[in-house]
């Protein structure tokens, strides 16, 4: 940990005393690590068995109390370049910035995305330091044994991945998304004519959802008896959990109740969200709460969860989805139990 603080991001830290580092505040406006402060935050909201609570999850992360969640699954934002007050701006009045505004198709507009081919090499390796520091703060606040799921994009899911594990998080794997999504398979920009056999990148079809562990306390079964982690939940007796989830885009339906850029269905979330508490039992934790989409799923197949939303825009809309989004029925979706 000390090495890679030096080296690569020393002006990010503040060494407390002997293999402690803090987070420079001082540099935040600077690299961009989090959205300027803001001044305050609004009451949590509670749904059922889910809290919602608008806040920092850094600073909410520090004041958490350590073995307190069971799970973490989470679609964060990358490095928060995307989600600066500039760029959620530009993206609200539907200019773009990073975010892809891609074109309107058979009359239906599509969702933005953002460009991560157009991130320097200064944002990428804010990245992998926003990512190892997050996980730092993240990982004695979690039961051994606990997994960590995190939503990622194949242009940089190797930053998140080896930020995770130089944290002290086991990798477990990653969970596949099949679904065809707007990224890739494009022409070189003005010059589609000329090679019009040629695409830049291949079509993405997939989404890489990243699997970590914490350490286990003893042998599974140990784990499992004093803390109820270290496995995923089966779909059935006759059939293992598995790595890939077939999944459609997020259907307009769902995303008139919940109009998040990166809103994943429900359909998706309640069969992974029910998997990550093997036995049912325990909190699930989304420190990148958006829209509340996990925190819907969770209460929709039975599970305490928590969400952190730091955006008062998307804090509201989780305010007033997260009811709406439990109650939706997808086709294939878990039913509550």
Known sequence: MRSYLRLNTPQ??????????????????????????????????LVGSATLHHADCFDWLEQQADASYHAVITDPPYGLHEYTDEQQAKLRMGRG????????????????????????????????????????????????????????????SYLVSAALAEAGLERRGEIVRLTMTMRGGDRPKAAHDE????SVMPRSMWEPWLVYR?????????????????????PSQEKPFGDVIPSSPTR???????????????????????AILPLGEGIVLDPFAGAGSTLAAAEAVGYASVGVERDEHYFEMASAAIPKLVHFSPNGSQSRR
């Open 12 to 45: 990010l830290f503040t060494r407390e005393e002997r293999g402690v580092y803090t987070l420079n505040r001082d540099a935040e406006s600077a690299i961009q690590l989090k959205v300027p402060q803001v001044q305050t935050f609004k009451a949590p909201i």
């Open 97 to 156: 910035g990073v975010w892809r505004i891609p074109p309107s198709f058979d009359g239906h507009t599509r969702s933005p995305i953002p460009r991560f081919t157009t991130l320097t090499a200064e944002q990428l390796k804010q990245i992998r330091a926003f990512f190892f520091v997050w996980a730092r703060l993240l990982l004695p606040k979690l039961v051994p044994g606990a997994h960590v799921v995190v939503a990622s994009n194949p242009l940089v």
């Open 195 to 198: 090679f019009s056999d040629v």
């Open 214 to 234: 914490k350490p286990l306390m003893g042998r599974v079964q140990d784990n499992l008896r004093r803390w109820k982690t270290g496995g995923f939940r089966r």
């Open 252 to 274: 307009k339906a769902e995303k008139d109740l919940a109009p998040h850029p990166s809103l994943k269905p429900q359909s998706f979330l309640r069969q992974l969200v029910r």
